[in-house]
């Protein structure tokens, strides 16, 4: 049946779009909430990392947005204690018993 799917076709295109509107309201209180923590008392920058989270699931510039800050972040951390975290895998100690 040709009608039922166009029909189906439209429903799985309406639910898609509700939930990146779901999505976008929620990221953006979420983010603008932890704006608003970052001059009042609360946990700012987790707030407002988590709000870009949110965002990234559905949208491609907060995805790129948040790589580039985990990138400067790995940076800076690895500026400051001359570690790479960002390969840190092969100091964790492996369960294996040594020979």
């Not at 076709?9 to 608003?36: D, E, N």
């Not at 790589?67 to 400067?72: E, S």
């Amino acid at each position: 049946m040709p009608m039922s799917d166009d029909f189906d076709g439209a429903a799985r295109y309406a639910i898609r779009q509700v939930r990146r509107i779901a999505v976008f309201i929620a990221g953006t209180i979420v983010l603008l909430a932890g704006a608003v923590m970052l001059v009042g008392p609360g946990p700012g920058f987790i707030v407002v990392f988590a709000g870009l989270a949110i965002l990234a699931t559905e949208f491609l510039w907060a995805r790129r947005l948040l790589r580039k800050i985990k990138d400067k972040g790995l940076q800076l951390t690895k500026a400051v204690t001359g570690k790479d975290f960002a390969s840190s895998s092969n100091d964790l100690p492996s369960n294996s018993p040594k020979e």
